[in-house]
T-cell receptor
Framework: GAVVSQHPSRVICKSGTSVKIECRSL??????MFWYRQFPKQSLMLMAT?????????EQGVEKDKFLINHASLTLSTLTVTSAHPEDSSFYIC??????????????FGSGTQLSVL | GENVEQHPSTLSVQEGDSAVIKCTYS??????FPWYKQELGKGPQLIID?????GEKKDQRIAVTLNKTAKHFSLHITETQPEDSAVYFC?????????????FGKGTLLTVNP
């Protein structure tokens, strides 16, 4: 399947700092990428839909000023957690859709980023 | 919006046995149903998917069945192996361009005992 690269895999930061997570589609172009958050032993919670060249669409309850999303190219989306606090500690995962395959619209996930805010 | 229910939440089988995980969905407009396997500390990996115009799909030891009338779909793993142990998520979406936003089930922790 298609490859989605996510970096960093793990980050530890101090409270009040900002953290940027990158999501790249390596062998396909993705006009739409998705950002999820996952707490331990729970399912994936969609945070926002990232559209190339336009503003992201945030799910209800997700603070857009807290979680800044930039989708500047067809292969790169970034999520910046601004002024991080301990409650932002979580596993963040991106996904990208490959609409060019014969199966169409398959979503592939990055390897995730474990954020720990001290 | 879409609601996906997944059962069981945990499943323990002996190596070589079969494992079945079931999901139901609420949105009759959903037409794409993928299954993901997630190992600890990693992102979900797409293992198989099915579209609503197909009732069954098989890939080696993995198969998925879909009953569109009853709005449920199932994952079947035969001849399970210890490396099949992971959390499995079902999902549903309406598909098509930006509409392929997935709604996930809560996951099933599968343990295959040697």
């Amino acid at each position: 399947g298609a490859v989605v690269s996510q970096h960093p895999s793990r980050v530890i930061c101090k409270s009040g700092t900002s953290v940027k997570i990158e999501c790249r589609s390596l062998d396909f172009q993705a006009t739409t990428m998705f950002w999820y958050r996952q707490f331990p032993k729970q399912s994936l919670m969609l945070m926002a839909t990232s559209n190339e060249g336009s503003k992201a669409t945030y799910e209800q309850g997700v603070e857009k000023d807290k979680f800044l999303i930039n989708h500047a190219s067809l292969t790169l989306s970034t999520l910046t957690v601004t002024s991080a606090h301990p409650e932002d500690s979580s596993f963040y995962i991106c996904s990208a859709g490959d609409t060019t395959g014969t199966g169409g619209e398959k979503l592939f996930f990055g390897s995730g980023t474990q954020l720990s805010v001290l | 919006g879409e609601n996906v229910e997944q059962h069981p939440s945990t499943l323990s089988v002996q190596e070589g046995d079969s494992a079945v995980i079931k999901c139901t969905y609420s949105d009759s407009a959903s037409n794409y149903f993928p299954w993901y396997k997630q190992e600890l500390g990693k992102g979900p990996q797409l293992i198989i998917d099915i579209r609503s115009n197909v009732g069954e799909k098989k890939d080696q030891r993995i198969a998925v069945t879909l009953n569109k009338t009853a709005k449920h779909f199932s994952l079947h793993i035969t001849e399970t192996q210890p490396e099949d142990s992971a959390v499995y998520f079902c999902a549903a979406s309406r598909g098509g361009g930006s509409n392929y936003k997935l709604t996930f089930g809560k996951g099933t922790l599968l343990t295959v005992n040697p």
